[in-house]
């Protein structure tokens, strides 16, 4: 029976072959662009290696402190310094491992006369046991490393090509901002969207120049990972956060301190949050994303509803056709609406084929390092959904401009 | 005959409802796209104040900026900025130097302080330099003068402003000699020490040539202990220097501050950064506004397809009664430009309540108008493109035929 | 209503013809459609002289020819063979724009279903004709209303063709037919919608205009009734003039 309808579908479109052609143009775009956002969404929010444990971990990056001294009072908002973190975030109910790092800074190299820039973090030891890279030669480097101020550093491929040629690069030297390191590792290149892990040369916190980050509280560019037991102990870890802050504040006189654990939505949110608040906007982002996503889609459907009514005006004859001999205002909505779904469906294969050629296109353009997504079971299941959501959307208005065609008017060529 | 056109396309809103819709987005997406193009276009032809080629900046990162050092941490500041600015003054490919707070153009961090302007409070861009930072920088005096180094024997504090903040506190009136007060946002007025206007220069767009121009003012900084010491210089360095002086400058400063990070790069590097950054936006909106209208065409094309068959009957007439093919092209043409002018003056309205609200008022009213009115022209232009076949289409009716056709 | 058509003869159907020439004048004109493998006759061999002022019905079962043979007087096309002239100026070869000038001001047309434009209200359906002249709006409306009057639907201007009876439909249509002040009416069957009292009324209407405005009339019909009231009746049977 389906079948049926699916062959007559196919017939009815391929007589048409301008309107087919434009309407399938326009649903494969609109879907190509829905399903490249989607696409990158994922990626960037998905638990791929290093951040292995993404799902089950919290991060500190931001904090907003007010203070009045000296007759002067300043409000500073941005990164949270290192003993602001050592002092509140340790120890947390709820938290298997804790790991405070620094936010990825320039680190410039001079080699034959010219300047190369590389993005370098410092860590402590359990950010290795936090996130999962995947090492190609030697390991990643210790508390003892730590304790002892080794000068160690573990580099991406990239830097040892750089630095090494075709060489390996394990018990190598690097000089780095003036400074030698000893290669103790060499990990596979991680992309710019595994915002925890990103970078190309990671060092520990004591091969710093100057000590002095340890007693900043604030503005000196560090961030808290949190590994929870398990999700379920997100709400207590952030709790247990926020009433240490509200009890320094009232200790040490602060007009304002603020900060919160957060996941990796979260963190997006953040971007756009007030300095006045510590919730993260996440309900305003998502809603955000679908208002954006509906209006894009909203021109696209709406063409595809004008050219459904012009298509139904020129069958209306036929319909009348049918109608007179007792076809059913549900069967005739039906099959157009079925054929509308079918036409959406077509364009949602379209789609695919052209999302992943575009997804390639970004990953060989190099405007970001290292990506590497795909398509995945996640994307293929919106496709479908958007497509058939397509299809009845601007089925629906024609289909019942259609029942509502008088049999006779119909019959003498056109609705008024 | 224009008025014919547009009762037709008024009377038949219905039916051309959907067209409409669509004109009216497409218009939207242009408006919005054009708007902040010919923003970054008006902003790109005003002054950018200084200049940036041959001019690097100098980076120094010991302790923090915000929190407290120890006088003796911040003694052995003062004395390592005096080695280095010693140090900088005597190297031949340096032209000159001058110390910064924060404020180094195209950079991310800043230094503000506000004022209410206008009823409104503003942030102003809080620059404390070196009297120097007026040949480093090629700052243009248009008024008065410029810091100088006995100011600081002075009784009150000499300011220069820029252009557009003398002009927002001022009017017309000379600034020159002008007590500079200070309000916050009740009102009241923030009695510091007692700053006079000495000068006026250009402007300082120290957010790049695609944004508008912030309001600053520059003053010396309060030099020594137990002041912090600056963490930024600019530097006019001499044209056709080797490459390889960037890194000798660098190890020469890192020998007098070794437990200091230090960084050198040009502003020309940093103003191609920000350039990027800001283009990146526009260009991907750009991008899916050319889809959105590539979509419009296209169904609009297959519309007025459907439409014109639809009118056989009627273009029929119209030769009947005296038309030529000419006047019939011109009047689905005209439909349709009228439909497009109705369109362009309803998003029209829409656009131009951010500037009636205030929302992005960064934004001149100018250079709404003229965005909108190219709108306006790329929307006609469209319109007409998808119009051609169809009309054409029309043209080659024959009216005998159409007139006998049921 | 004398003074209504001042370029028209001014005199009536039954006086004798002046010494001016015909008004349309065809000599051996055919008509024929030709498609891929088959070739139709519309019009064989017409020889036809319609005098300045006269009202001539054409009768002829449906697929004779009439329409096209109207359609050809109209200038609405062209003939394959033969040829036509119109108030003694040839129409051979004559070029687009110019026949459609002579259409707007020299003829006016009613059809069968009327052929109102259903989005435009009375008063600017009735204007049409004069838009192709470029005639200024005022006095394109004043011209509108004055032919409304002389239909009688001046209180209708404002209507839409959807509120009007099939015989006000077509009386609108006349009213627009002669706005521009025609020297000849083609109808094509104009009573063939409407009911036999309301044909009457049209019928009245033409000939008023005819022997007041002393315009050329020329009217398909089907209506022997009707026929017989006109001055002239041609007979056409598979494309040809029989009697």
């Known amino acids: 029976m389906l079948l049926n309808y699916l062959k007559i579908a196919f017939k009815v479109l391929l007589r048409r072959k301008f309107f087919t ?13 829905i399903l490249v956002v989607t696409a990158l969404a994922d990626y960037a929010l998905a638990p791929l290696p290093p951040e292995v444990n993404l799902d089950r971990t919290l991060q500190i990056w931001w904090m907003v402190v007010r203070q009045t001294s000296n007759g002067q009072t300043r409000e500073i908002a941005g990164s949270a310094g290192y003993a602001f973190l050592d002092r509140y975030a340790r120890d947390l109910p709820g938290v298997e491992k804790m790991s405070i790092a620094s936010d990825p800074f320039a680190a410039t190299r001079y080699v034959d006369g010219r300047t190369e820039t590389w993005t370098m973090r410092t860590t402590d030891g359990p950010y290795w046991e936090i996130l999962r890279f995947d090492f190609l030669e030697g390991g ?14 573990v580099i991406s491929e990239a830097a040892r090509r750089a630095f090494f040629g075709d060489r390996p690069a394990l018990g190598g ?74 009890l320094a504040k009232s200790q040490e006189s602060f007009e304002k301190l603020l900060g919160t654990p957060e996941t990796r939505l979260e963190q997006f949110a953040s971007a756009t949050r007030r300095t006045d608040t510590a919730e993260p906007p996440t309900r305003m982002l998502i809603g955000q994303s679908i208002g954006a996503l509906l209006l894009f889609m909203l021109l696209p459907t709406l063409n595809l509803v004008s050219i459904n009514m012009s298509r139904i005006l020129e069958r209306s004859s036929e319909i009348g056709v049918r109608k007179a001999f007792g076809a059913s205002a549900g069967h005739l909505v039906g099959q157009f609406i079925l054929e509308n779904i079918f036409l959406c469906l077509v364009g949602g294969v379209l789609a695919l084929g052209g999302t992943a050629l575009v997804l390639h296109g970004i990953a060989q353009s190099g405007l970001v390092p290292h990506l590497d997504v795909h398509l995945n079971y996640r994307v293929f299941l919106i496709a479908l959904g958007v497509a058939c959501f397509f299809g009845v959307l601007s089925g629906a208005l024609p289909a019942w401009q259609m029942s509502r065609l008088h049999p006779v008017r119909a019959l003498k060529g056109g609705a008024r | 005959m224009i008025r014919h056109f547009f009762k037709l396309a008024w009377n038949r809103r219905r039916a051309n409802g959907f067209i409409l819709a669509e004109l009216l987005l497409c218009f939207l997406t242009l408006g919005a796209v054009l708007t902040i193009a010919c923003f970054f276009l008006h902003n790109w032809r005003q002054p950018l104040g200084f200049e940036y080629r041959n001019v690097w900046r100098l980076d120094l990162s010991g302790g923090n900026r915000f929190e407290d050092s120890d006088d003796g941490q911040k003694a052995q500041g003062w004395a390592r900025v005096d080695q280095i600015l010693r140090l900088l003054r005597s190297r031949d490919e340096i032209e000159s130097v001058s110390p910064l707070y924060f404020n180094v153009p195209f950079g991310a961090s800043s230094m503000l302080t506000a004022n209410l302007v206008g009823g409104t409070q503003r942030r102003v861009l809080d620059n404390r330099v070196g009297p120097e930072a007026r040949e480093v920088l090629g700052l243009r005096l248009v008024a008065g003068r410029w810091l100088e180094p006995g100011d600081e024997a002075l009784a009150f504090r000499p300011v220069v402003l820029t252009r557009n903040y003398a002009r927002a506190l001022y009017g017309d009136g000379d600034p020159i000699g002008k007590t500079l007060v200070v309000r916050n946002e009740d009102g009241k007025i923030d009695k510091e020490e007692e700053r006079r206007v000495v000068g006026v220069v250009e402007a300082w767009r120290q957010y790049g040539e695609l944004s508008h121009a912030p309001l600053a003012q520059f003053s010396l900084p309060a030099w020594g202990p137990p002041h912090l010491p600056p963490g930024n210089f600019v530097l006019k360095i001499r044209p056709g220097v080797s490459p390889a002086f960037e890194e000798d400058l660098v190890r020469a400063v890192r020998r007098i501050a070794p437990d200091w990070t230090v960084s050198v790069s040009s502003l020309a590097r940093h103003r191609d950064r920000l350039l990027r950054d800001r283009l990146l936006p526009l260009l991907i909106m750009a991008t899916v506004a050319g889809f959105l209208i590539l979509m419009v065409g296209l169904g609009l094309t297959g519309v007025l397809w459907q439409s014109i068959t639809r009118r056989t009957q009627e273009i029929g007439l119209r030769r009947a009664l005296g038309a030529t093919p000419g006047q019939i092209r011109w009047q689905i043409l005209g439909e349709l430009l009228a439909l497009a002018a109705l369109a362009a003056g309803a998003g ?23 965005a909108l009115t190219l709108a306006a022209l790329s929307l006609s232009l469209l319109v007409v493109g998808c119009g051609l076949y169809p009309s054409w289409l029309a043209t080659r009716i024959r009216p005998a035929h159409a007139l006998q056709y049921e | 209503m004398t003074g209504y058509f001042p370029n028209a003869a001014g005199a009536s159907a039954s006086t004798a013809p002046p010494a001016a020439s015909p008004a349309f004048r065809l000599e051996g004109v055919e008509k024929v459609y030709r498609t891929d493998r088959i070739e139709t006759v519309a019009l064989s061999d017409i020889n036809l002289e319609v005098r300045p002022g006269e009202f001539i019905s054409v009768m002829g079962p449906s697929g004779s020819g009439k329409s096209t043979l109207l359609n050809i007087l109209g200038l609405l096309d062209e003939p394959t063979g033969g040829r036509v002239w119109l108030d003694g100026r040839s129409t051979e070869g004559l070029p687009t724009r110019e026949a459609a ?37 005022a006095r394109r409306r004043r011209m509108a209303e004055e032919a409304l009057e002389r239909v009688g639907l001046a209180a209708r201007r404002r209507h839409y063709p959807s509120q009007l009876s099939g015989g006000q439909q077509q009386r609108v249509a006349i009213a627009r037919a002669i706005v521009g002040e025609p020297r000849t009416l083609l109808a094509d069957e104009p009573t063939g919608n409407l009911d036999s009292q309301m044909g009457d009324e049209i019928m009245d209407l033409l000939e008023s205009f005819n022997r007041k405005g002393g315009v050329t009339v020329v009217m398909v019909t089907h209506n022997q009734r009707l026929a017989d009231r006109t001055g002239r009746i041609i007979r056409l049977f598979d494309g040809r003039q029989v009697q």
């Open chain 1, 173 to 246: 030297s690097v000089e780095l901002d003036g400074q030698r390191y000893r290669v103790a590792g060499v990990v596979r290149n991680v992309d710019l969207l595994r915002a925890a892990a990103a970078a190309d040369i990671w060092a520990p916190h004591s091969t710093r120049k100057s000590q002095d980050f340890r007693r900043f509280h604030f503005a000196s560019e560090f961030s808290a990972l949190l590994l929870a037991r398990s999700r379920a102990d997100f709400p207590l870890i952030k709790t247990a956060f926020r009433s240490r802050l509200e």
């Open chain 1, 21 to 33: 052609a434009i309407s399938l143009f326009g649903i494969g775009f609109t879907l190509t662009a």
């Open chain 3, 101 to 137: 000038a002579v259409r707007n001001r020299e003829i006016g047309f009613i059809f069968q279903t009327f052929h109102l434009i259903h989005d435009l209200n009375v008063l600017d359906n009735v204007q049409i004709p004069l838009l192709y002249r470029g005639m200024p709006g």
């Open chain 1, 140 to 153: 990643a480097f210790t508390e003892e490393d730590e304790r002892n101020g080794n000068r160690v550093a």
């Open chain 2, 348 to 370: 029209s309205l829409i656009i131009l309540q951010a500037p009636l609200l205030g929302i992005f008022d960064e934004v001149p009213l100018q250079v709404y108008l003229f």
